[in-house]
């Protein structure tokens, strides 16, 4: 039985899509890049956008951010991890032999956190300027032939990269809207510092004119100390004057005293001089000598006197 020759459409390969390639990594590469996967578990936070940030950072440390992307770098350590399980917990009846992968106890140190610290910490990036840019495959075509297949069946459907491009566009998909998810966060956290800086600007004016009425306050301060040296000064001047003039007090009742011990003398000797002698030199000697004893006496009222006047004063 002959078949007719039919003519099926094909696709041809589009020279202007990127090529994808998995870089092969060393076996130095390799155990670099598990020690920081282990090292850096803190960034694997589980938030949205974190792991992409994360092995990029570590890319970025290894210096293969132009040979590799984050997704490849996250399928390597999946699939690291899922033969580590393989190996180490078989399935019942079947028999392994983990010695045949060399990077066994590798990841058996690295699961069982004995290789925590054993490389650098790093920080999540933000900037994909130096990345390998991530190409969106295109979608599957379904492709149909001009005429019902020979045994009847229903249309040929081929895809290009089968499930291969519907998985890399959902982790494009993932990878944009976590992009997306980023720069929302970082609108959001925009917007706080906004608010944060307005509140910051209050609080700075509140504390200008706080400090303008400090400097007010200290400013008659100021004049009040001033005001009361000046008084201080005065009463100092003052309390000099009255120290001279009860000095020159104490001189003038000094003197007094004298005056009145001179006096006192003056007296005493005046009454022996006026004992009795002879009549006829009597008469003229006693009343010389009430002439005396009248001056004297006059002299004592006067410094008596002088004393009650200095006592008053």
């Not at 009425?213 to 100092?236: F, G, N, P």
């Not at 009597?282 to 009650?308: A, I, P, Q």
């Amino acid at each position: 039985m002959e078949f007719e020759d039919h003519a099926y459409t094909s696709t041809t390969y589009d020279k202007t899509r990127p090529v994808e390639f998995t870089y092969k990594m060393t076996t130095n590469e390799i155990e670099e890049f598990v020690k920081l996967r282990v090292s850096n578990n803190y960034l694997f936070s589980g938030r949205r956008n974190t792991s992409m940030w994360a092995w990029r950072a570590i890319l970025k440390h290894m210096g293969l951010q132009n040979k590799m992307t984050h997704i490849q770098a996250s399928k390597k350590w999946e699939n690291m991890k899922k033969r580590y399980k393989d190996l180490k917990n078989p399935p019942d009846g079947v028999k392994v032999f983990p010695d045949a992968w060399p990077y066994f106890n590798l990841m058996d140190n690295a699961m069982e956190g004995r290789l925590e610290g054993n490389a650098p910490i790093l920080k999540a990036l933000s900037n994909t300027c130096d990345f390998v840019a991530i190409s969106r495959p295109k979608r599957r075509k379904v492709v149909t032939s001009p005429v019902p297949s020979l045994t009847g069946g229903p249309e040929i459907e081929v895809s290009l990269n089968g499930d291969e491009d519907e998985e890399g566009n959902q982790e494009m998909d993932n990878a944009m809207q976590e992009m997306e998810h980023g720069r929302s966060l970082m609108d959001s956290e925009r917007q706080v510092m906004e608010r944060e800086k307005q509140v910051m600007e209050r609080e700075r004016q509140v504390l200008q004119r706080e400090r303008a009425v400090l400097e007010r306050e200290v400013a008659a301060l100021d004049r009040d100390r001033a005001s009361l040296e000046r008084e201080r000064a005065t009463i100092e001047r003052e309390k000099a004057v009255m120290e001279r003039e009860r000095a020159a007090m104490e001189r003038d009742r000094d003197a007094v005293s004298r005056e009145r011990l001179a006096l006192q003398q003056e007296r005493t000797r005046l009454e022996r001089m006026s004992a009795p002698k002879e009549r006829t030199e009597g008469v003229t000697e006693e009343s010389s000598g009430v002439s005396d004893s009248d001056v004297t006496d006059r002299k004592e009222r006067f410094l008596n006197l002088f004393e009650k006047l200095i006592e008053n004063v």
